[in-house]
């Protein structure tokens, strides 16, 4: 997941565990309707374990967005049974946005699927750790 204020970007891993593919993204509304997509989404994947990016400074430290994630995660662990792992973030709503651009997608596309785009980028960079 790549979580945000206004929505959170969502992908998916194959089976093997080797590629990320963008399943959607969520207009985030207040934390109830937030709760019950992402309850509908778990239910039809059945994941092991959730992947969010934890936003970080370029020194490594937390900032407030990467407070906010890691609340956000806190709300996920005290209402479903999974596994969160956090990963570093850094810099992947940049990539997702060179990744679309070099794809000439168009600017109102790229607005829509930037988030998605940079959680495939998140849970990739993880699945390729993991499979080093």
Not at 32 to 59: A, C, E, F, H, T
Not at 79 to 100: G, P, Q, Y
Request: with cysteine; hydrophobic share 40%.
């Amino acid at each position: 997941m790549d979580v945000g204020d206004k929505r959170i970007g969502m992908a998916i891993s194959d089976a093997l565990g080797w590629t990320a593919q963008g399943i959607e993204t969520l207009t985030r509304r207040d934390n109830q309707s937030d709760l019950d997509i992402i309850q509908d989404i778990l239910d039809r994947y059945k994941p092991r374990k959730i992947v969010i990016g934890l936003p970080k400074n370029m020194n490594g430290s937390i900032g407030p967005q990467g407070e906010k994630v890691i609340a956000f995660a806190d709300r996920l662990k005290s209402c479903f049974n999974v596994e969160i792992v956090f990963w570093d973030e850094r810099l992947t709503t940049v990539s997702a946005h060179k990744a679309m651009l070099e794809a000439d997608m168009s600017r109102k596309k790229r607005k829509q699927k930037a988030d998605q785009v940079a959680a495939v980028l998140i849970l990739q960079s993880y699945l390729d750790y993991l499979n080093r």
